[in-house]
């Protein structure tokens, strides 16, 4: 596969005062025609991740027609899995309503941070998304039991299918973790089972982090994009014929950092989507998000 990237689209400006920084993690929603929601994880001046949107015309991805005046999710209340930050993992229709699943943020003392996934649900399409409940869906436990970080999530003939980041173990620097990709399932998308399946592994010694698994489900079978570090982040690609043992060919992902501009150092936080019979990725590039996120096409 070849991706031509389209350029970067949104970085932000400061437009509030929290969202100073960053546009990470884009997930897009379709609206009407040929215009997207397109959500993102912005951060204030405190560095805590809030959860906003831009509204644009994929025909001209530049040209943004709409922010969100206010945060769609915001920390949570001190001392809650989430006081030092919501960003955006996923976004599930369940009939009229959508299920937006987020990772909360706490800060950690003998190490950097501890995650969990929480859940806020719309009633429609302009009805605010709600926090499902204080405490989270998904934390750690005998399984997970270090941290457990972006989720994608779909649902297929009533099962709702997870993939989902989780830390093996924490070390003296952050690159001495081992945080790999796994599998849950649920009936209803709250209570989740959980087994330790394993869906994607590191690959080697030097590589100590895979995030951010976007599953897209077509006539060829199941196919993940993600993020995967070593030195710096790339984005990794794999395929399966039944979402559970899964294939990995990074060399045939069709997409890298440029030689010079914002994706010239890292490339990461794929979201992959199809449209009018083409394929659309957007994705962040230096610095996790913080010079914003572009759009690339298959090609």
Not at 64 to 86: C, E, H, K, L, T
Not at 177 to 192: C, N, P, T, V
Not at 197 to 217: G, M, N, Q, T
Request: net charge negative; aromatic share 14%.
């Amino acid at each position: 596969m070849k991706w031509i990237k389209l350029g970067r689209v949104f970085v932000p400006g400061g437009e509030y005062a929290w969202m100073q920084t960053h546009a990470s993690n884009p997930v897009a929603e379709w609206l009407v025609d040929d215009v997207f929601r397109v959500y993102f994880s912005t951060r204030d001046a405190l560095s805590r991740s809030h959860i906003a949107f831009v509204d644009l015309d994929i025909r001209e991805p530049e040209r943004i027609v709409n922010i969100s005046a206010a945060p769609v999710v915001a920390p949570g209340v001190i001392g809650a899995f989430d006081d030092s930050g919501s960003s955006m993992g996923c976004l599930v229709r369940n009939g009229a309503r959508r299920y937006l699943y987020y990772l909360g943020w706490n800060l950690g003392v003998t190490v950097p941070w501890r995650n969990a996934i929480g859940l806020a649900i719309s009633d429609g399409p302009e009805m605010p998304f709600v926090r499902y409940s204080l405490a989270p869906v998904c934390d750690r436990n005998s399984v997970d039991p270090f941290t457990v970080s972006y989720p994608w999530i779909i649902r297929e003939d009533g099962l709702w299918r997870m993939w989902y980041g989780s830390n093996l173990r924490w070390g003296a620097q952050q690159r001495d973790m081992d945080h790999l990709l796994k599998y849950a399932e649920s009936d209803d998308g709250i209570a989740w089972r959980r087994d330790g399946r394993v869906a994607i592994p590191l690959k080697d010694a030097d590589e100590y982090a895979l995030s951010k698994p976007c599953v897209v489900r077509d006539a060829e079978g199941y196919h993940m994009w993600f993020s995967h570090r070593g030195s710096a982040y790339r984005i990794g690609y794999a395929v399966s014929a039944d979402g559970l043992a899964w294939e990995r060919n990074d060399e045939t992902v069709g997409i890298t950092v440029s030689e010079a501009g914002w994706d010239s150092e890292t490339i990461e936080y794929p979201y992959v989507f199809d449209h009018k019979g083409k394929r659309y990725m957007f994705y962040n590039g230096n610095g996790y998000g913080r010079t914003g996120f572009g759009l690339a096409v298959q090609g």
